[in-house]
Structure formats: structure tokens, C-alpha cells
């Protein structure tokens, strides 16, 4: 602990001393304030403005180091000051002191207790940021909390200062007002209990109530107005209906069918969406195809001799056509009939919150859930019109070497792809705009990627922003800005992989006046809901996280809400998600990477394991990579955890569970994992934190014991 905080604690215990020692405790209770009544009154009348300043300094004091009083003090503003008087201090007094405890327990708490439990108070914190001032105003406002336990827990939060102190100054200001009137008629006053009666103490309890209250008023009322356009269906034909059948659409619409509801799934083009028909599946396939092509030019390495290696890309694309059907019936209209949602092969329009018109036909519903995915998005380039390029989307109608082929995008969608091809044996130039490829990813995790790259021939262009398409005969030439020159990119094919743009347009969102950003992702809340609360966003369609496995995990979310949010909401929990690029090595994440720590000033340690000091990797002849954790200083407790090398999108799982679970390195280390797997890469990490954090001190003692100990 740092010396200005241990001074602080130090300045408190002996304030405290102080109080217990002297006994202060006597002269704040009723019996001693109505025997010293006309004594203050007459000092008051003599120095007027000593007495006021003192009495408000003492107050300041009594309420900032949290000791019983408080209450007394209150009864003796008004019974010394008058009530006019006596409310402008004690009011002013309670609600500066109540600050500087606020202050002192930030300062000295607040760092560790959002440290510690920093997974746990990520959703507190936000609720706080968006709504802590509401708490706070219902919290002054009932006498049931302790003021001085209530100063203490905000210090703990992320609430502003400014907030807390003005909050505090209006939410106290009834309750002040009460007491220090009492004081002025001492005298009649029994105990303190007698001035807060049942039904005083009810209307605080119902007025404190009254600032949630009015936020649900609005939020009804909002509610009201966005509905306020359209007719009420008298009854409706489902409970949900969701628009896109990939994994937002397809998960949404299972967990409504499995609690009884009535469901429909709409769907234009393919069952499975964007990941089984044109992403994670058949870029899948396709990794395996050319990891085995790779395999085989290194298996010189391992004593097998490897000659005339060709690769037929028209079995390679028709091998992950079967891939594709053989994976459909996970995500087939009869598998979904038979669990029971209606699955419509159409296109869809929303025309008002309880209406979607399906080619002509018009269906109610309850609620829509609008899992509509994104599409590549296409850079304004000069000239590309000039070339028939392709995209993640439509790349796998090939079946012939693409030849030169030109990759723009470094983020993983364009990585995987420029492996791939590579090893396949296209000629591959991979264009990336900013420095480096994967720049969501730590400098060291995308280093070894693109030293892989370069390693296998990949001809890799950071720093350049593709600018014009021109034909030159028969050539196709792209032409990029690089340092202000321009630099020439001969190419046969040209792939797109810069980014997904989301897909709302035709759904009818402006119509209804739902509300979407700039590149045309809906806007949603912490329960998925849009402006219009019965309309849902999950999946890449809202334009956060584009995964899958997102997606998914927004489905249960937005569907729970819509079928039962009017009995109870759950904020969508986005703590702990995971993600990998399947490149080789693999490059995968969890939790805070070091750029981003460091971006959020977020104190924290660092441990790495190479994979070049585990026995597997050396055996496989895999030893590209690390595991690299982040962690709270001093502590176990897992920050973030990036992994390169083979597998890791299957060795994060650990770390995933043990930062779901609030699990530290301590657990990992003592897990036993089986010998030689990759997955001891795990354990180690843990081991090298562990050796980093042995006590010097504890290890001289135990020196000197083991050396009594041999006599």
C-alpha cells in the first residue's frame, strides 16, 4: 500500500482514538444536548459566527469519519440555529462530510475492490455509470440505509464525485429538514425514535421509491409513443419471429420453441446463414485442405520423403461443398420443424412492431427478433468495377488455381484466406492498410503469424491503401499508396476481406423509425431491445462482436427477454468472450489483450510460456507460439490470456471456464493435465507465474531449515 493512503488510515485510527478515548460519544446523545440547549443558544447569541463555523466544521468531521452522531447533530442545528439556520448547515455540513468519506474510501479501496472483483463489477459498473445517480437519490431519500454505510459503498463504485455530492445535497435535504425541525421543538422530544414515525417513515420509503418509479413511467411512456403509430393486433398468430435463420436466428427461435412458444424462423436464402453456407464452415474445410498440403512439403522434416506434390482445386472446392451438406442437417428446416418452429422460406418486411409481411402475406407477432447478419463490405476503389473480384461470400464457386491473387485485409477473415491459398499454391499478395495484420490482436501474437507468412512466401504489403483498379491490355494492375509512392500490384483475381457490413437494408427499419448507426447496425440496448422495445438486434447485425458463438449467446438473451421480460430482463453478458483466428499458428483470445490494458490504464502483470520449452510442441515439431496471461498485480486473478500456436483455439477453453468461473492461476496449476499435450502449455504459464511470485524471504527460511535439517 502506497505511503499517502497508509498515512491517511493512520490520520483515521487515531481520529477515532480520539473519540472512543475521550468518550465523545457522551455529549451526542438527547439527554446531553437538551441539558446544554440554552448554554449553546446563549454562546451562539455571543459569537455568532464561531459557533456557526464550528459547529458545521464538527459536523464535516463527525460525518467524513463515519462515527455515530450524526442524527444528534442534526437535532441540535435546528435546536441551536433555528430551522431555517440550523437546515443551511447541517444540509451543507452532512453532505460535504458524506463526500470527503466518499473520497476517502475511493482513494484507499476502490482500486482494490474493482481489481479483485473485476469480472463481477463490469455490469454493476455500467449500471452505475448509466443509472447510479437514480440508486443513489432512492437510497438517500429511505432511512432504512445508513447514510454513512451508503458513503462508504459509492467510493467503492464508479460514480462522479460531482454526481454524488449533488445527489447526495438533494436526497438528504428532506430527511435534514425533518430532523432539524425537531430540534427546534427539543423539549418535546422522547427519543430519537419518536421523530420518525410509521407513517413518516412509509412516505420517505415511497418517495425514495419514486425516482425508479419514474424511469419505469418513462420508459413506459416511450414505449406508449413507439407504439403509439400502429394498431394493437386484437391476438396474434406468434409469440416470436425472428428474420434470419444463422446462429442468432436459429438459437433464438429453438429456445422459444423449447419453452412453448409459438415461433417462426424467416429465412430468404440458405438454413445456417453466413458461417455454414460462406464462413466459418467452408473456411474451415478449407484450412484443412491446405494444412494438409503443407504437412506434406514438411514432412521431409519428419523423414518422409515428399515429391511431385500437386493440389486439384476443383476436388478441393468440391470437398468442402460435401462439408457443407454433411454439417446442413444441424441447421435443416426439418430439424427445426421437429423441434418445433415454423421455419418460412421468404423474404421478409417489418411494417409495424406486431406485423411482417412475408412475400405478399402478413403474420403477427409478439415479438421480432431481427438476426439479418452483414455482408462483405465493398472499399470505394476507383476502377473496381473493371474486374469481377470476390468475396468471403462468393469465393467458393472456384475451381482452379486463382493464380496471382490479390487478398486486400489483414483482419482474420483476409488472413485465414491468404494461408490458405498460398499453401494451396496461388501466388499471394495480402494487402493490409495499417501497419500490421491482425491489429485487434497484441504485437508479439501477430508477429509470429506474419513471420509464418513471409516464411512461406506470402507476399505481405502493410502500410498500403489500395487506390485504383486499372487495366493495362490484358493485365489487371492494382495500384497503391505506400510512403506517397505509388506501388503496382500485377493480379489475376482479387479478394475482398475488409470488413462486413450489416444487413438492414429492405427490412423496413426507416418506415418504423428504428434507429441504426451510420454503417447501418442497429442500435440496441443491455437487453438487445431497439427503440421500438418489442424488436430485438443479435449477431453481426448490431455490429459488436461478429462471431458465431456471439451471436448465439445474444439469441438466449434477446429471446428469454422478449418471451418474458415483463416479469423479469437479463442484461446481455458480454465479460468473458472468446475468440480465435485460424491461422498456423492459431492466434487465440480471451479477456484483455496488453494494447488494450494499457489503453484503459489497467494496472497489470504479464507471465508467458514459449511453446518451444513444451515437450509436445517439440515433438510435433510445433513450437511457433505462446501462452501469454494477464493478470492483477500481486494476484492470480486472470486478466486477459492470448495463445499462439497449434490448437489454441481449443487450449483458450481452459482459461475461458476459469475467468467465467472466477478461477485463478492457482487452480490452472494445480489441475493435473495429461502428459505430453499441448494443453500443459496451460499449466506451465500458470507454473511461470507461480515461480515469479515465490516470496524471497519465505525461501531464505526455507534454505536455512533444509540445512538444519542435513545436520
Known sequence: MKKSKLLILLLFVIMVSVFVIFDVQQYLNLDALKSQQDYFSSLKQEHAILISGGFFLSYVLITALSLPGAAILTLAAGAIFGLYQGLLIASFASSIGATLAFLASRYLFKDAVQSKFANQLRAFNKGIEKDGAFYLFTLRLVPAFPFFVINLLMGLTTIKTKTFYLVSQIGMLAGTAVFVNAGTQLAKIDSLSGILSFDLFLSFALLGILPIAAKKIVEAIKAR?????????????????????????????????????????????????????????????????????????????????????????????????????????????????????????????????????????????????????????????????????????????????????????????????????????????????????????????????????????????????????????????????????????????????????????????????????????????????????????????????????????????????????SFKKFVVDYRVIPWATFTDPEVARVGLSEDEAKAQDIPYEVVKFDLEELDRAIADRHTDGFVKVLTVPGKDKILGVTIVGKQAGDLIAEYVQAMKYGLGLNKVLGTIHIYPTMAEANKYAAGEWKRAHIPAKTMQILKRYHTWRRG
Open 225 to 565: 409513443k413507439a407504439f403509439s403509430h400502429f394498431k394493437k393486433p386484437k391476438k396474434y398468430d406468434y409469440n416470436l419471429v425472428a428474420i434470419g435463420a444463422g446462429a442468432g436466428g436459429l438459437v433464438s427461435t429453438y429456445i422459444g420453441a423449447a419453452v412453448k412458444a409459438k415461433v417462426a424462423l424467416i429465412e430468404k436464402h440458405k438454413m445456417g446463414g453466413d458461417c455454414l453456407n460462406t464462413g466459418c464452415v467452408p473456411s474451415k474445410a478449407l484450412i484443412r485442405s491446405a494444412h494438409a498440403a503443407q504437412e506434406v512439403k514438411d514432412a521431409n522434416l519428419l523423414g518422409v520423403n515428399s515429391e511431385n506434390i500437386s493440389v486439384d482445386f476443383k476436388q478441393v472446392f468440391e470437398g468442402i461443398d460435401q462439408v457443407i451438406k454433411q454439417v446442413e442437417p444441424h441447421d435443416s428446416v426439418e430439424r427445426y420443424e421437429g423441434l418445433g418452429v415454423e421455419c418460412i422460406a421468404a423474404t421478409a418486411k417489418i411494417i409495424s412492431p406486431y406485423e411482417v409481411e412475408i412475400d405478399g402475406k402478413v403474420i403477427t407477432t409478439k415479438n421480432i427478433v431481427i438476426a439479418t447478419g452483414a455482408r462483405p463490405f465493398i472499399p470505394n476503389i476507383k476502377g473496381l468495377e473493371l474486374v469481377n473480384y470476390h468475396t468471403s461470400d462468393t469465393i467458393w464457386s472456384i475451381r482452379e488455381n486463382p493464380g496471382r491473387l490479390v487478398i486486400l485485409g489483414g483482419g482474420p477473415i483476409g488472413s485465414e484466406l491468404t494461408q490458405s491459398f498460398n499453401r494451396l499454391g496461388a501466388e499471394v499478395t495480402q494487402i493490409e492498410r495499417g501497419p500490421r495484420i491482425l491489429p485487434r490482436e497484441d504485437d508479439d501474437a501477430a508477429l509470429w503469424v506474419t513471420n509464418k507468412f513471409k516464411a512461406e512466401g506470402v507476399n505481405l504489403l502493410t502500410s498500403h491503401d489500395a487506390s485504383e483498379v486499372i487495366l493495362e491490355g490484358e493485365e489487371k494492375v492494382l495500384l497503391c499508396k505506400h510512403n506517397d509512392e505509388i506501388v503496382r500490384v500485377p493480379f489475376d483475381n482479387l479478394l475482398i476481406a475488409v470488413g462486413r457490413s450489416p444487413n438492414t437494408k429492405g427490412l423496413g427499419l426507416k418506415e418504423l423509425g428504428i434507429e441504426t448507426t451510420a454503417n447501418g447496425a442497429l442500435v440496441v440496448d443491455d437487453f438487445l431491445r431497439t427503440n421500438i422495445p418489442n424488436v430485438y438486434g443479435v449477431g453481426d447485425v448490431i455490429g459488436s462482436y461478429q462471431f458465431t458463438h456471439t451471436a448465439a449467446h445474444q439469441a438466449w438473451f434477446a429471446a428469454v427477454n422478449a418471451l418474458f421480460g
